[in-house]
């Protein structure tokens, strides 16, 4: 089992930046690529940003040359993170992180509000 929990979201204004946090800890092991989707109001969950195994990255459309994901690891705990800069209001969503090991199969977090103000 792996347990991932978000932060760093918050309110920040157009042109901001806010850098989200992800920890994953438990069978660290069997997690293959992590990354971050997110879900605006009446919108379906989309995804953002992806690092696989092998280091590699990918970005949604929308948020080249403005977001940057990296990661870190702890002893048990694997940290994500997703660096977001000139931020636009069309960026407000609950950010999730996730985990995806072979199966395949996915563990989320319970998400993390960001909102940008115009």
């Known amino acids: 089992q792996v347990h991932v929990v978000e932060s760093g979201g918050g309110l920040v204004q157009a042109g901001g930046s806010l850098r989200l946090s992800c920890a994953a800890s438990g069978s660290i092991f069997s997690i293959n690529n992590m990354g971050w989707y997110r879900q605006a109001p009446g919108k379906e969950r989309e995804p953002v940003a992806r690092l696989s195994s092998t280091g590699s990255t990918n970005y949604a459309d929308s948020v080249k040359g403005r977001f940057s994901i990296s990661k870190d690891n702890a002893t048990n705990t694997v940290y994500l993170y997703l660096q977001m800069n000139s931020l636009k209001p069309e960026d407000t969503a609950v950010y999730y992180c996730?985990?995806?090991?072979?199966?395949?199969?996915?563990?989320w977090g319970q998400g993390t509000q960001v909102t940008v103000s115009s």
């Open positions: 996730y985990g995806e090991r072979l199966g395949p199969y996915v563990y």
